[in-house]
């Protein structure tokens, strides 16, 4: 398994065939020389300046050769609408979320993947969250989650973003019934 950690991650268990590197280049060089049963790259969305190294590290490994076989899983800390659509056109298939306080377990991850756990499909992910979703920047740094269905007006975040907006519950809210947006 090669684990690649880009900025702030959670503390990990690690596995005993883990391989962890730090930037994105090490990462596709071990890919293409290792050739390991998985690449697991963990990152946190909010990390505005990583999404492009992680766009392009998937892009690269799904479409080289020697790698493009190999199951790529992002873990990423926000369900972030816009990028999981990117990886998911990149050919990422896998995506999982963490809480920025726990410590990851490589293992678990890895079982998940094995296992060919239905909760770690991104397109799965994806269906779920209510299209209205949009993410608004203040600046190069930050950026918060905002309701289209609501003209970008109300923020987003805790207990209604995480149990309506992004699950499939976001059918009832009254914003999105409302909106005339169409799945």
Wanted: aromatic fraction near 4%.
């Amino acid at each position: 398994m090669l684990v690649c950690r880009l900025g702030q991650t959670p503390e990990m268990i690690h596995c005993e065939d883990a391989q962890i590197v730090r930037n994105p280049m090490e990462c596709f060089n071990r890919a293409v020389s290792g050739r390991p049963e998985l690449v697991a790259i963990i990152f946190s969305a909010r990390n505005i300046s990583a999404r492009d190294w992680v766009l392009e590290l998937c892009r690269c490994l799904k479409n080289n050769p020697l790698t493009r076989e190999i199951p790529v899983v992002v873990l990423m800390e926000t369900v972030h609408r816009e990028m999981m659509v990117k990886l998911q056109e990149s050919g990422v298939a896998l995506f999982k979320s963490y809480k920025a306080d726990i410590i990851m377990d490589l293992n678990r991850i890895k079982d998940l993947v094995k296992r060919e756990d239905p909760s770690m499909v991104i397109r799965e992910t994806i269906k779920k969250l209510c299209p209205a979703l949009n993410r608004v920047g203040s600046d190069d740094q930050e950026e918060l989650t905002v309701c289209g269905a609501y003209m970008n007006r109300m923020v987003l975040g805790g207990k209604r973003l995480h149990e309506v907006c992004e699950t499939l519950n976001h059918l009832h809210c009254e914003y999105f019934i409302n909106s005339g947006i169409s799945i």
